[in-house]
């Protein structure tokens, strides 16, 4: 079997910080392209694959590709998920899945639909200063807390 072909959505923040470099060391996928609203993001970002750079959401999507990574702001999430699948295009999207409960549904509906695979990256489970994080609230015996946001 050759690799999965891979087109990235979003070369900002996210994409630098930890999904390029975690793309490079996976041998079963090729990254083909890269889409970003910003011209220079998303050819800064084909560079590193030696893939194409897009602006335009159709023409990607019109791409042989396998799998669509989302890594976009959130509130965009649920639109660009739903094309892609529509497109006959496995998913990944950085979490969170959506911004609401209605929209993450949608995106559900639109995969089983469609036969496909909507997958939700929470890689940070994996990171060593989370597990670290994880362990010392253990050892010490700390009491979980919750953190709430509040407008006033």
């Known amino acids: 079997m050759g690799k999965l072909k891979v087109?990235?959505?979003?070369?900002?923040?996210?994409?630098?910080?930890?999904?390029k470099n975690a793309?490079?060391?996976?041998?079963?996928?090729?990254?083909?392209?890269?889409?970003?609203?910003?011209?220079k993001k998303a050819k800064e970002a084909t560079k590193e694959?030696?893939?194409?750079?897009?602006?335009?959401?159709?023409?990607?999507l019109d791409l042989d590709l396998d799998v669509v990574e989302i890594l976009t702001p959130t509130?965009?999430?649920a639109e660009l998920a739903i094309k892609a699948l529509k497109s006959?295009?496995?998913v990944i999207v950085e979490k969170p899945i959506a911004l609401t409960t209605e929209e993450a549904q949608k995106m559900i509906k639109t995969a089983e639909k469609e036969g496909l695979w909507l997958l939700v990256g929470h890689t940070r489970r994996f990171d060593k200063r989370w597990v670290?994080?994880?362990?010392?609230?253990?050892?010490?015996?700390?009491?979980?807390?919750?953190?709430?946001?509040a407008e006033v």
Do not use: W
């Open 7 to 19: 087109g990235i959505i979003g070369c900002g923040n996210i994409f630098n910080l930890a999904h």
């Open 23 to 39: 793309l490079k060391n996976i041998r079963e996928i090729k990254v083909v392209a890269c889409m970003d609203i910003k011209e």
């Open 49 to 60: 694959f030696n893939a194409k750079p897009y602006t335009s959401l159709d023409e990607f």
């Open 75 to 77: 509130y965009t999430h």
């Open 88 to 90: 006959g295009k496995h």
């Open 132 to 149: 670290q994080i994880k362990e010392v609230i253990k050892k010490r015996n700390i009491v979980p807390m919750q953190i709430r946001k």
